[in-house]
């Protein structure tokens, strides 16, 4: 995998590596529980958080399957970090990558997912050469499915009652879009044409 060039940026916002001084930042969002359960670690203390903070910071390269590439979403008006995307290289075979992301509550319905999420995906076709990229979101994220259908990404696969969290069924939409089929489509044109180099 190639060492990519940072940060990346799009109309609104900066995409960057996350800083030890981003720790109130990602605490306003990561410690509420609405937040919580999509999160891969516990993270509801400063403690906690620090953590977190701690292991997003290491994750700046892809060397392995396993690995995650994890950038800070900054808004450029005011300079708020508003959340964060993620890629996880999945199979080095078969080329696949997972798609994450979690924004902070007050900063939704405004686009900034959707701009941050598509720049991720163009970044993980063209810098790191996915041929495929997955999102897995629970069924009750009525925004997170959205979005992915809104940005050209297909559902492929709805497991129903697949696994018990918290004394309840779980159930996960699986979505994904191969490269060629993200070259094709027109958010990638629009992107394309409104980068920032």
């Given at each position: 995998?190639?060492?990519?060039?940072?940060p990346?940026?799009t109309?609104?916002?900066?995409?960057?590596?996350?800083?030890?001084?981003?720790?109130d930042?990602?605490?306003t969002?990561?410690?509420?529980?609405?937040?919580q359960?999509?999160?891969?670690w516990?993270?509801?203390?400063?403690?906690?958080v620090?953590?977190?903070?701690d292991?997003?910071?290491?994750q700046?390269?892809l060397?392995?399957?396993g690995?995650t590439?994890t950038?800070a979403?900054?808004?450029k008006?005011?300079?708020?970090?508003?959340g964060q995307v993620s890629?996880r290289?999945?199979?080095?075979?078969?080329?696949?990558?997972?798609l994450?992301f979690?924004?902070?509550?007050m900063?939704?319905?405004?686009?900034?997912?959707?701009e941050?999420?598509?720049?991720?995906l163009?970044?993980g076709f063209a810098?790191?050469?996915?041929?495929?990229?997955?999102a897995?979101?629970?069924?009750?994220?009525?925004?997170?499915?959205?979005l992915?259908?809104?940005?050209?990404?297909?559902l492929?696969a709805?497991?129903r009652e697949?696994?018990l969290f918290?004394g309840?069924?779980?159930?996960e939409?699986h979505?994904?879009?191969l490269?060629?089929?993200w070259?094709?489509?027109?958010?990638v044109?629009?992107l394309?044409?409104n980068r920032?180099?």
């Open positions: 995998m190639t060492s990519p060039v940072l990346i940026e109309d609104r916002l900066i995409l960057r590596l996350f800083e030890r001084a981003d720790l930042a990602v605490m969002y990561h410690a509420l529980p609405e937040v359960r999509y999160l891969d516990k993270a509801r203390d400063r403690v906690e620090r953590a977190a903070l292991a997003m910071r290491k700046h390269r060397t392995r399957p690995d590439f950038l979403v900054e808004r008006s005011d300079d708020a970090l508003i890629l290289w999945h199979d080095a075979t078969a080329a696949q990558a997972e994450r979690v924004f902070a509550p900063y939704r319905h405004q686009g900034y997912a959707s941050a999420v598509k720049r991720m163009t970044f810098e790191f050469r996915f041929h495929r990229v997955f897995v979101c629970d069924a009750k994220n009525e925004q997170s499915a959205r992915l259908k809104g940005i050209g990404m297909r492929e709805h497991y697949h696994a918290n309840e069924w779980d159930e939409l979505f994904a879009v490269d060629r089929e070259q094709r489509s027109p958010k044109r629009e394309t044409a920032v180099a």
